[in-house]
């Protein structure tokens, strides 16, 4: 039933594609649309807004030349990601952040 309760706030994001499920571990990974702009803050909202938390977001994305630092602010997906204790890196091709 969480889960199930979880899933089905999570299916109602506009830029949410499809969503594999592990129930053992109580993760879901959401596959969002191709160019859409995700909302990291509207994920959040949906899993709390359940009844739930997010223990740990991981979030793996398609980067090209990102130029990344210690405190850098990017925008990506219509996002702005802060990096925090990072050193300074381009990000070329797949990359998890967490």
Request: glycine share 8%; charged share 20%.
């Amino acid at each position: 039933m969480c889960s199930n309760a979880t899933q089905k706030a999570l299916k109602t994001l506009p830029f949410v594609d499809k969503i594999d499920t592990d129930l053992n571990t109580t993760t879901f990974i959401l596959h969002f649309k191709q160019g859409a702009n995700v909302n990291i803050d509207q994920i959040r909202q949906k899993v709390e807004g359940a009844g739930f938390s997010v223990g740990k977001l991981v979030l793996t994305a398609d980067f090209n030349g990102v130029e990344v630092k210690n405190d850098a602010h990017v925008p990506f997906a219509g996002q702005t990601l802060h990096f925090v204790n990072v050193k300074p890196q381009t990000l070329s091709g797949k990359k998890t952040l967490q």
